[in-house]
């Protein structure tokens, strides 16, 4: 590892004036040529300490000038065309330096380097990069990416990728969506249960006062039969 004082700031590495410790091909290949940090030398630490002051008002006008251009660029979508599948998969891709100069065409002047992007993009659809103006100012960008410009439309409009003639991209379900749906169904299901659950007690109750009234009706004695004229005549005979 390598110790270095940085001169601007460095995402995931530092503020300006820290001094960081690197591996020697990212300072070499890097950090050095871009005049983004300088070896942490005594000679180098009293120099940037004597420079400080200087560098800091560069950097507070490079960063003002960055923030107007921010202004500028905010909600900045641009389109790009290029032949693709039916499953949206591009013949080809999309580079960082294709963004670049697609968004230098649209008024905002960048360099590749300033696009962020982990890997060219292989598929149809809009796609939001990252543009850093400045190491402290970002911008989004929207890069809409299409077989015609009649489909860049399209998906500006509906916000999803047109994969087919006339078939468009089914929304992406997110992990919150997916956890929101299935919360609710299990509060409905809950709530199913338990109005099933009181119904079924209302009609217990309603069954247990049937059968308390009905045990509580008075019981008539049996009726005794008057006797007959046949049975007085009986009784003379004997």
Not at 137 to 144: D, G, H, K, Q, W
Request: no cysteine.
């Amino acid at each position: 590892m390598m110790e270095v004082i940085l001169l601007e700031r460095i995402e995931k590495l530092g503020q300006m004036g820290d001094v960081v410790s690197v591996k020697p091909g990212y300072t070499r290949n890097y950090l050095l040529p871009q005049n983004k940090a300088l070896r942490a030398t005594d000679e180098n630490r009293a120099r940037f300490e004597t420079e400080r002051a200087q560098l800091e008002a560069t950097n507070l006008e490079r960063r003002s000038e960055a923030e107007k251009v921010a202004e500028k660029a905010g909600n900045l979508s641009v389109v790009l065309i290029r032949q693709a599948g039916e499953s949206g998969q591009l013949y080809g891709s999309v580079s960082a330096r294709d963004i670049a100069d697609a968004v230098t065409e649209a008024g905002v002047r960048i360099r590749r380097q300033q696009v962020w992007l982990s890997m060219p993009i292989k598929s149809l659809g809009l796609h939001n990069v990252t543009i850093s103006l400045h190491p402290e100012v970002t911008v989004e960008v929207a890069v809409n990416v299409a077989r015609t410009p009649e489909e860049a439309e399209t998906q500006a409009r509906t916000g999803r990728a047109v994969l087919g003639v006339g078939v468009e991209e089914e929304p992406e379900v997110t992990i919150e969506e997916q956890a929101t749906e299935v919360f609710e169904a299990e509060v409905a299901e809950q709530a199913i249960g338990q109005v099933h659950a009181e119904e079924a007690f209302d009609e217990q109750v309603a069954e247990a006062e049937a059968e308390v009234e009905s045990a509580s009706e008075p019981v008539e004695p049996p009726a005794h039969d008057e006797p007959s004229e046949s049975d007085d005549a009986s009784k003379d005979a004997i």
